[in-house]
């Protein structure tokens, strides 16, 4: 997942009732990628939402390459 997307994902996150008044998103930017995959999934768990673990999907993309060869 690209980076643009995991930060649209944790602004919607931010709306969420129990992020409201918090501020989550400014940590984003000293994160890699990786690490902030991992924020945006224990954010979204946190505000009841179900993760979509961009992590593992970027995971399976790697696979699928590594299949191929």
Do not use: W, Y
């Amino acid at each position: 997942m690209t980076r643009l997307a995991l930060l649209e994902r944790l602004k919607e996150v931010q709306q969420m009732p129990k992020h409201q008044g918090r501020d989550i998103t400014t940590i984003s930017a000293v994160l890699s990628n990786q690490a902030l995959a991992r924020h945006v999934e224990l954010c979204e768990e946190a505000a009841g939402a179900t993760p979509r673990f961009a992590g593992q999907a970027g995971n399976a993309a790697g696979q699928t390459q590594a299949n191929r060869a």
